[in-house]
């Protein structure tokens, strides 16, 4: 019996096409299948000015 020696680690940018994570640092929130971005709807809604908050205004000539 030999003790545990370190060394033949999997290689860890070994992506799957299914069960991605978010890119943003710190979350590892997974991404949707469906997701086609690197982050998840949560970072992806900031990468959206146009779509924060619900300013709705009609468009008065
Ligand atoms: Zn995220």
């Not at 991404?31 to 970072?43: E, I, K, M, R």
């Not at 990468?47 to 619900?54: L, S, V, W």
Request: aromatic share 8%; charged share 20%; glycine share 12%.
């Amino acid at each position: 019996m030999k003790g545990t020696r370190p060394g033949h680690l999997p290689e860890p940018s070994r992506q799957t096409p299914t069960g991605r994570v978010c890119a943003a640092e710190g979350c590892s929130t997974r991404l949707s299948v469906y997701n086609d971005g690197p982050y998840c709807w949560q970072h992806t809604e900031i990468a959206f000015p146009n779509y924060r908050g619900k300013h709705l205004a009609p468009g008065k000539a």
